[in-house]
Nanobody, 120 residues
Framework: VQLQASGGGLVQPGESLRLSCAAS????????MGWYRQAPGKQRELVAL???????NYGDFVKGRFSISRDNTKNTVYLEMNSLKPEDTAVYYC???????????????WGQGTLVTVSS
């Protein structure tokens, strides 16, 4: 299973970015998908998760600025980030709780990370 993330980059404070992450490979089903982030010198933290049924769960710092969505037909998750702040600067990692064909268990998979830099 591979997770391919895209959409990171450099933006100014107050601007927006949209991240995408597509899961591919020998996938039977994907449950939770979402994003974590890690800033230099800090622990990885939850940004947002979304269940297969579309129920979101956000980190406390999001406070209505971000919106997560998914397309189950494409095994793809999106993160719309608005009103970005310098403290949002981090590497954003895609996550998918995935069951492969011929497996009876769900396992966590991670993308390679995409850098988001918010700076003037």
């Amino acid at each position: 299973v591979q997770l391919q993330a895209s959409g990171g980059g450099l933006v100014q404070p107050g601007e927006s970015l949209r991240l995408s992450c597509a899961a591919s490979g020998s996938i039977f089903r994907v449950n939770d998908m979402g994003w974590y982030r890690q800033a230099p010198g800090k622990q990885r933290e939850l940004v947002a998760l979304i269940s297969r049924g579309g129920s979101p769960n956000y980190g406390d710092f999001v406070k209505g600025r971000f919106s997560i969505s998914r397309d189950n037909t494409k095994n793809t998750v999106y993160l719309e980030m608005n009103s970005l702040k310098p403290e949002d600067t981090a590497v954003y990692y895609c996550y998918a709780d995935t069951r492969r064909f011929y497996s009876e268990t769900y396992d966590p998979y991670w993308g390679q990370g995409t850098l988001v830099t918010v700076s003037s």
